[in-house]
């Protein structure tokens, strides 16, 4: 039997099927791709379950997943809505379950997370395919489980284990739990054959439902136990409630009876709901998603097929990008101009995995076949087959152009062009091509096999198949991939430089380098400018800031960046930038030829030192981001708010807890954020506070940038 669920907006779907194997009834899912509980599956769910209560010949229930997985979840775009609470609703369904009179088990394969695991511990009994994948991930999107999981995971797994799953989020395999009520047993073989087999055991066995809500968990310690895990959830998760409450409720198991902890687990879910870090973190969520499709290409453009990969530079950037092709499965062939260079980018990639496998993070097979997928070369004519080729040269405009004509005249018709520029004009390095509508950017962000981000950088003749080919592919690399048209520095970069140079000004007015740092850093951002300059190489920052002041010589730059470059203090590379670095070490030590820098630089600029605090800190960073991305929004560089924010959380370390800069604007408010450059603009350099309209306009209308 197949359950119907229609409105006057949408056509019948199904949702869930009802079959019965003799005296067993089977419900499966029915919710591509990943059977969350929307409001139709869930009411078809329970309208089976009271089907398999009436009738007499069955005796025990199976509840199975279709397709890839048992049950990913809640369905989240219904939170807040009507359809979230409409009847059943997750806890309806889930006491339906729990309180059937008859056996059900749950048949658990693919992964069964947040709402599809608390569904599965309200069945009486488990089973699990191996490699089944089990999560109460809600910490990740600020909440927690709210329709038993705090409750009854404890009672199935144990306390301790319970509390990191769920203050953690992360994922465990069947295989490591099974043997506990939360896996009964592992079948190998047909999951749904072997479940089916598990329930007549238990019929023939006359043991029938068993409930987690009967069982009182024990924890010997207990108050030792929550202190820690407080006080390590208050050091990992700085300024995020959820982690916290997660604890309480956890701890409410082991205190209450099962109904009122479960109102309890209820209340922290209503309170956390509402808070602007989950908003944050569903904004994030939601925002992931929605950068990939871009506004004027459709879903059914034409894409090319990538097979293989060429990549020009085997230095840094170039072996990471290559490592990352590897992780996706893609051969890759690396090009240098001499073997020294080739053995030396091989030689790091395959350090890079031999890190991995010494600490278990990788298997010594999987690092063998990554390294098989990477070839090299001397010769440009090796190339010219590959699919797609990506230039990762030193960052120069006549270096990019030489490259390009080369890559012109070798590589196939129809192959993707791409440039892996950080901020040159694309448009430039595209007309010396024949095809410039073949020609992208691939902004990849170092380290490139682990960082996320890629800016997509679209020519003016970009073509839409080739953008979306792009697309595609970052896809493939498990990349976050975000469309910036044509700009100096694109999205990243070019806000990034706003932010520095305010950074820069707080040293000449009174604090320090370390005093920056630490405010950004205890406010959620997982480095400070200076650590992030000296990391990266102020060489690399003071190109950038070169060409901008080239570019618009109106705005002014503090010197002490520049002086300390000239005097070749890089960073980290040479021991000492705006901090000092101990041979071996990466720990950031004050460094008093800063401090004779910033004072000579004060002097000049005819100022006195003064206290800053904290919240001027932040606010004058942030809001000079806030501000030149609402420019880029005003110009079309890019599309919408969301995609400001998706760059600077996967690429720069913004705290997803405060969703973007962007994002984070609005919840300050933007009247509050306008207000603060008003007053920012009676200070030093204040005439760079002037609001873009964008920001001034929506401020005016009482509206947001999302």
């Not at 029915?30 to 009738?55: F, G, I, Y």
């Amino acid at each position: 039997m197949t359950f119907f669920f229609s409105n006057e907006n949408a056509k019948a779907m199904s949702t869930a099927h009802y079959n019965a194997y003799g005296d067993v009834a089977v419900i499966r899912l029915d919710n591509p791709p990943m059977n969350t509980l929307a409001q139709p599956l869930r009411s078809a769910v329970h309208e089976h379950l009271q089907k398999a209560a009436s009738e007499a010949g069955i005796k025990a229930v199976v509840l199975i997943g279709s397709g890839r997985a048992f049950c990913s979840g809640a369905e989240i775009r219904e939170f807040n809505t009507p359809a979230a609470l409409a009847s059943p609703n997750t806890r309806d369904l889930i006491a339906a379950v729990e309180n059937h009179p008859k056996p059900v088990v749950a048949a658990l394969h693919g992964v069964a997370m947040g709402g599809g695991l608390e569904l599965a511990l309200g069945c009486h009994y488990r089973v699990a395919a191996p490699g089944t994948q089990l999560a109460q991930p809600e910490v990740k999107l600020g909440i927690l489980p709210g329709a038993g999981g705090t409750q009854r995971l404890p009672r199935a797994l144990g306390v301790e284990r319970a509390l990191d799953m769920i203050v953690s989020g992360k994922a465990v395999k069947a295989e490591a739990v099974a043997g506990t009520a939360l896996v009964d047993q592992l079948i190998e073989g047909d999951l749904q054959q072997g479940a089916v087999a598990f329930a007549r055991k238990v019929v023939a066995e006359g043991k029938g439902p068993r409930r987690l809500r009967d069982v009182q968990p024990k924890l010997d310690n207990a108050e030792a136990v929550f202190a820690e895990a407080r006080k390590q959830a208050a050091k990992s998760y700085r300024g995020q409630p959820a982690p916290l409450k997660c604890i309480d409720a956890v701890e409410a198991a082991t205190r209450l009876g099962f109904d009122e902890g479960v109102q309890f687990e209820r209340a922290c879910f209503d309170e956390l709901v509402e808070t602007t870090e989950s908003k944050a973190l569903r904004h994030a969520f939601f925002g992931e998603r929605a950068v990939g499709k871009v506004p004027d290409v459709p879903d059914d453009t034409r894409t090319l097929d990538i097979r293989n990969a060429a990549i020009l530079g085997a230095g840094t950037m170039g072996g990471g990008i290559a490592m990352a092709f590897a992780d996706g499965g893609i051969p890759v062939r690396l090009l240098e101009v001499n073997q020294a260079a080739l053995d030396r980018g091989l030689g790091t990639i395959r350090g890079n995995y031999a890190f991995a496998v010494s600490r278990g993070r990788m298997k010594q097979e999987d690092m063998d076949k990554r390294m098989a997928l990477i070839g090299t070369t001397l010769d440009w004519k090796d190339i010219g087959d590959a699919d797609v080729v990506i230039e990762a040269v030193f960052e120069d405009m006549n270096v990019k152009k030489d490259v390009f004509r080369k890559i012109d005249a070798v590589m196939k018709p129809g192959a993707l062009l791409a440039s892996n520029t950080s901020s040159l004009d694309l448009d430039e390095i595209a007309a010396v091509t024949r095809r410039p509508q073949d020609v992208v950017g691939v902004h990849f962000f170092s380290p490139a096999n682990v960082m996320r981000l890629v800016e997509v950088v679209r020519g003016a003749k970009t073509s839409k198949e080739m953008l979306a080919s792009v697309m595609k592919l970052t896809r493939t690399l498990k990349k976050v991939g975000v469309v910036s048209k044509v700009c100096d520095g694109f999205i990243g970069n070019r806000m990034l430089d706003y932010y520095l140079r305010q950074a820069e000004y707080l040293l000449e007015e009174g604090t320090t380098p370390q005093a920056v740092d630490k405010a950004l850093q205890s406010w959620g951002l997982a480095m400070g400018p200076f650590a992030m300059c000296d990391l990266v190489g102020n060489d690399i920052v003071f190109h950038m800031r070169r060409r901008r002041r080239a570019q618009l010589p109106q705005l002014p730059y503090s010197k002490v960046a520049d002086r300390m470059t000239e005097l070749g203090r890089l960073g980290q590379k040479t021991g000492s930038g705006y901090y000092r670095y101990e041979k071996g070490s990466r720990a950031p030590l004050p460094n008093p030829q800063t401090d004779e820098l910033i004072e000579e630089a004060r002097r000049e600029a005819g100022l006195t030192a003064r206290t800053i605090g904290d919240a001027e800190i932040v606010e004058r960073c942030l809001y000079a981001l806030v501000n030149e991305g609402a420019r880029i929004l005003e110009e079309g560089i890019a599309a919408r708010a969301v995609d400001l924010d998706m760059v600077y959380l996967t690429g720069y370390g913004f705290p997803a807890w405060r969703g973007g800069p962007m994002f984070y604007a609005d919840t300050v408010g933007l009247k509050n954020v306008v207000s603060a450059m008003e007053r920012f603009a009676k200070g030093y350099h204040g005439a760079l506070w002037q609001p873009a309209p964008l920001l001034a306009r929506l401020a005016r209308e009482g509206k947001t940038f999302n």
